[in-house]
């Protein structure tokens, strides 16, 4: 048999919601989760700028072997700048001062230039890398250093036959360890 609750007085008002306390300290709660996660995200964010930089040079680095052999002509991958790379197919010397690429003489088939604003810098042991047509080959050889101004580094590492191997000497969460 189910009890009856306890009786109310008759003018007794039943508490309905939360008081203004409650209200106060949920808030103060919630608003210090969301100041923890912030700089989380903000760092998360530079990471994947950092990856999709990474990403966009080693498919072009693809491509460039790919383009010298459907050519059947050498294609030349210049770095340029610290935030700029270009394809063409000439002697290196290219520019990255402005908007459009400076190659005279050199037919340019692909470029890509950051922006001074771009957290990315990138810096190569080699100036340029020569994809020959016959062989797939690249030369020299070359490791291509990603980085952003808070830390996190990437290595994009290309071998003689074109191949790219990245890497990360910070051990950056999901990255293999140079």
Same mark, same amino acid.
């Given at each position: 048999?189910?009890?009856?609750?306890?009786?109310?007085?008759?003018?007794?008002?039943? #508490?309905?919601?939360?008081?203004?306390?409650?209200?106060?300290?949920?808030?103060?709660?919630?608003?210090?989760?969301?100041?923890?996660?912030?700089?989380?995200?903000?760092?998360?964010?530079?990471?994947?700028?950092?990856?999709?930089?990474?990403?966009?040079?080693?498919?072009?680095?693809?491509?460039?072997?790919?383009?010298?052999?459907?050519?059947?002509?050498?294609?030349?991958?210049?770095?340029?700048? #610290?935030?700029?790379?270009?394809?063409?197919?000439?002697?290196?010397?290219?520019?990255?001062?402005?908007?459009?690429?400076?190659?005279?003489?050199?037919?340019?088939?692909?470029?890509?230039?950051?922006?001074?604003?771009?957290?990315?810098?990138?810096?190569?042991?080699?100036?340029?890398?020569?994809?020959?047509?016959?062989?797939?080959?690249?030369?020299?050889?070359?490791?291509?250093?990603?980085?952003? #101004?808070?830390?996190?580094?990437?290595?994009?590492?290309?071998?003689?036959?074109?191949?790219?191997?990245?890497?990360?000497?910070?051990?950056?969460?999901?990255?293999? #360890?140079?």
């Amino acid at each position: 048999m189910a009890r009856d609750p306890l009786p109310q007085p008759p003018n007794t008002p039943r #508490p309905r919601g939360l008081t203004l306390i409650e209200s106060a300290v949920t808030l103060a709660l919630a608003a210090l989760v969301v100041g923890l996660a912030v700089p989380g995200f903000a760092t998360m964010q530079e990471r994947e700028r950092l990856r999709g930089v990474a990403a966009q040079l080693e498919t072009d680095i693809m491509y460039a072997r790919s383009l010298a052999t459907a050519r059947s002509d050498g294609v030349r991958l210049e770095f340029a700048g #610290p935030r700029c790379w270009l394809l063409h197919d000439g002697a290196p010397g290219c520019s990255c001062d402005g908007p459009v690429p400076i190659c005279e003489g050199r037919r340019v088939l692909r470029y890509v230039n950051l922006g001074d604003t771009h957290p990315v810098q990138l810096l190569s042991n080699s100036g340029s890398l020569l994809f020959d047509p016959t062989r797939g080959t690249v030369t020299p050889t070359a490791t291509v250093r990603l980085s952003l #101004p808070s830390g996190p580094r990437l290595h994009l590492v290309v071998n003689l036959m074109g191949r790219v191997r990245r890497c990360s000497p910070d051990g950056l969460p999901g990255e293999a #360890p140079c």
